[in-house]
């Protein structure tokens, strides 16, 4: 299995509503990431998280809280968000996390987020 | 800190032409280079990278690289696109994030490659 898999596909909340997105992989990757990507833009790096304890949070609002339950899951639990928080949720592994290294990052196909 | 800039934000070209999407990197430490590409509606698919070695680099899709240290440039080469080609573009530098020894990708803005009939 050599794919990172998310779900759901597409999601639409209101700014009251708490949901959660999922990430998986099984390629023994012990570094996963969460990204935002708006229309026309690079990813932007949220949260890093490495042999399963968060190793990066890059300034992201408390809305979004990450967990990480084993080496093979992420997930990102989503509450009273904004309508600008809308957009593509990426998901991402590596073999390890370290900067020294390679450090070749698979994507998941990402969860399309609308927030009303 | 590293950067990353990518020359040209879209690149029209007709089909089975040569295409050359320009990426130049900043940094002052060796470097690991990647190109993704983003098709609409799915997450990034990584092209081809440069670790170290041999300065020109193949990838998929009949997709090249070449490393030049001198110039800090990394531009993607494909003498022949097709129609399915039309996608995002992003280059991509490995930066280390302090002391905890965890990478993150730096990314340019991307450039739009459109493949016209």
């Known amino acids: 299995d050599t794919e990172v898999t998310q779900t759901p596909k597409h999601l639409v909340m209101g700014m009251t509503n708490k949901k959660s997105l999922k990430c998986e992989q099984h390629m023994g990757h012990r570094a996963m990431y969460w990204y935002k990507q708006k229309a026309k833009k690079p990813p932007e790096l949220m949260f890093v998280y490495s042999y399963e304890k968060l190793s990066i949070n890059e300034s992201v609002p408390s809305r979004f809280s990450p967990e990480c339950p084993n080496s093979s899951l992420l997930n990102l639990h989503l509450h009273a968000l904004q309508p600008e928080d809308s957009a593509l949720y990426l998901c991402a592994s590596s073999p390890t996390p370290s900067g020294g290294s390679s450090n070749e990052q698979f994507f998941g196909p990402g969860t399309r987020l609308t927030v009303l | 800190a590293q950067s990353v800039t990518q020359l040209d934000s879209q690149v029209p070209v007709f089909e089975e032409a040569p295409v050359e999407l320009r990426c130049n990197y900043s940094?002052?430490?060796?470097?690991?280079l990647f190109w993704y590409v983003q098709y609409p509606n799915q997450g990034l698919q990584l092209l081809l990278k440069?670790?170290?070695?041999?300065?020109l680099v193949k990838g998929i899709n009949g997709f090249e690289a070449e490393f030049n240290k001198s110039q800090t440039s990394f531009h993607l080469r494909k003498p022949s696109v097709h129609i399915s080609d039309t996608a995002e573009y992003f280059c991509a530098v490995n930066q280390v994030v302090g002391s905890s020894n965890t990478g993150k990708l730096i990314f340019g803005q991307g450039t739009t490659l459109q493949v016209k009939p």
């Open positions: 440069y670790l170290s070695g041999s300065t």
């Open positions: 940094s002052s430490v060796s470097v690991y």
